[in-house]
């Protein structure tokens, strides 16, 4: 991975010299001529992170698989039901860009505390919710903790961990962040086949309590904090800019003329807001106040590698949401038999990560990804051909040939994004990078179960399911294009030319 950028940047970070500077850290120097060895406090922190980030991530999905048990226990339709997990990536899309101030202003360990304090607290109410609006705000301040934990890992990452082993460090803590949600579905399918969907909370809430005590006892700050201001209107615009877009995508696909007038303009008022939160970031970025500065994506590959994981997320968390319908609704498959199913692809892509870190720094991101973004496609289009009568086992198959290009793509597309960019750009880079995943995946979710529930209402599930899978596949037709463009940059990282 030293070819990525300079061995200049290979060691430890200067103090950044913008407002999201993670500061100071103990790596070794840079000129050090063998890859530095981490201290064991620095192992000690992003242990503690991982394990942290490991639980909010498997909340994040554990949910999928309860939707249609949540639909009758709650009285509320699909495209209710389907704001647990659109409302919760909404949340993390409008949280996260203000995670770079707060990475600035608080202490890690601060960061830490508040973060895993949301999360528990919000999974503490929804044990207890007595009704969807309760749920769905439970869900909201889980996403709040989610929306800082992610960003918090990635920055860590990219201050304590020299260049030339950010591969590995990466193919290990994909372990995490691909194994989590594989074993969401399969958590939530044993849970709800002998209890209440409330015991899903109740499950994680004594492991969530744990990774909060372990981190208050043991992890220490990492660099220092700054005194800068928030721009109030930055925050502002956030939430009509990802909240209008999100919206608008998710009530477009049903109902008549007359109720999709609303949906059109919540997605016109997002754009506008959207563009004015950019033409904002621009002007404080002469100030060198952003609250997400955009001088990241003057780097081409932190461009490209955003874009493309922009494109998997849309087609990827739209199926993460159909598959589970599908095998329910379609093949009547209970609530465990699901989380069976979709098992061995997640625990595949998780496994791999490694495997995939090390082929990475031998001959770059090209092959993989562009590999990984043709598996991607073609078993999005055989799941595009299932039907009631489908064997299960070509449906693991299928599930377990994502789940490995899905592996193939990200870990690249994290690696080679993130690895141009100066110490300065590091919060910057991760939080526009979670960003636009969250974003992507509530509008891959919103998009094709809109989709699914328009064209079912007409001619039955199965052809809804078809049209929604064979939109995600159409929509995946870019990772490929995009994936034949990612490049190993030698040498020093070139800015894009203005």
Do not use: C
């Not at 609303?262 to 621009?282: I, N, T």
């Not at 079912?456 to 899978?469: D, I, L, N, P």
């Amino acid at each position: 991975m030293s070819t990525d950028v300079s061995s200049n940047n290979a060691g430890a970070p200067a103090p950044g010299a913008g407002p999201a500077s993670p500061g100071p850290t103990p790596a070794a120097p840079a000129s050090a001529p063998a890859p530095a060895k981490m201290s064991r406090e620095s192992v000690t922190i992003i242990v503690t992170l991982l394990v942290a980030t490991f639980v909010v991530i498997l909340n994040e999905t554990i949910m999928n698989v309860a939707l249609q048990r949540l639909m009758v226990d709650l009285g509320a339709d699909a495209p209710t039901v389907q704001w647990l997990s659109t409302g919760f990536m909404l949340t993390m899309a409008v949280v996260i860009p203000t995670t770079g101030f707060i990475l600035q202003r608080l202490s890690t360990r601060a960061v830490f505390l508040l973060a895993m304090g949301l999360f528990s607290g919000g999974t503490l109410l929804a044990a207890v919710a007595p009704g969807f609006e309760v749920l769905l705000l439970a869900r909201i301040v889980q996403a709040g903790g989610t929306a800082i934990m992610l960003p918090l890992l990635m920055t860590t990452i990219l201050t304590l961990v020299p260049l030339e082993r950010r591969g590995a460090v990466m193919g290990n803590v994909s372990i995490a962040i691909s194994v989590a949600p594989a074993l969401g579905p399969t958590v939530s399918g044993l849970i709800l086949q002998h209890f209440s969907w409330r015991f899903m909370f109740v499950f994680v809430l004594p492991i969530a309590l744990a990774a909060l005590a372990i981190g208050a006892r043991y992890l220490t700050n990492i660099g220092e904090t700054e005194k800068t201001r928030l721009d109030a209107l930055s925050v502002v615009l956030t939430v009509p800019a990802f909240g209008g877009l999100v919206y608008g995508l998710s009530q477009i696909g049903g109902g008549d003329a007359g109720s999709r007038t609303p949906a059109v303009l919540a997605l016109a008022a997002g754009v506008l807001a959207l563009a004015a939160f950019v033409l904002r970031q621009l002007k404080l970025q002469k100030s060198d106040r952003p609250l997400l500065d955009l001088r990241a994506f003057t780097f081409r590959m932190f461009t490209v590698s955003v874009l493309l994981l922009v494109v998997a997320m849309v087609a990827l968390f739209g199926a993460v949401i159909l598959l589970p319908l599908y095998l329910q609704e379609i093949r009547g498959l209970k609530s465990l038999e699901t989380g069976l199913v979709l098992l061995p692809g997640g625990l595949a892509m998780g496994l791999l990560g490694p495997f995939i870190g090390r082929v990475f720094d031998k001959i770059g991101p090209l092959p993989l990804t562009v590999t990984g973004s043709v598996m991607m496609v073609l078993s999005l289009w055989q799941f595009s051909m299932l039907d009631a009568a489908s064997p299960v086992g070509w449906i693991i198959a299928l599930h377990v040939t994502l789940s490995l290009g899905l592996a193939l793509v990200f870990t690249p597309a994290f690696t080679t994004g993130l690895n141009p960019l100066p110490p300065h750009l590091y919060s910057h880079g991760s939080a526009i990078m979670s960003t636009l995943q969250q974003v992507a995946g509530a509008a891959g979710t919103a998009l094709l179960v809109s989709i699914y529930a328009f064209v079912a209402a007409a001619s039955g599930m199965v052809a809804g399911m078809h049209a929604a899978f064979l939109t995600a596949a159409v929509i995946a037709l870019g990772a490929v294009v995009l994936s034949a463009m990612m490049r190993k940059t030698a040498g020093v990282a070139q800015p894009v030319a203005h």
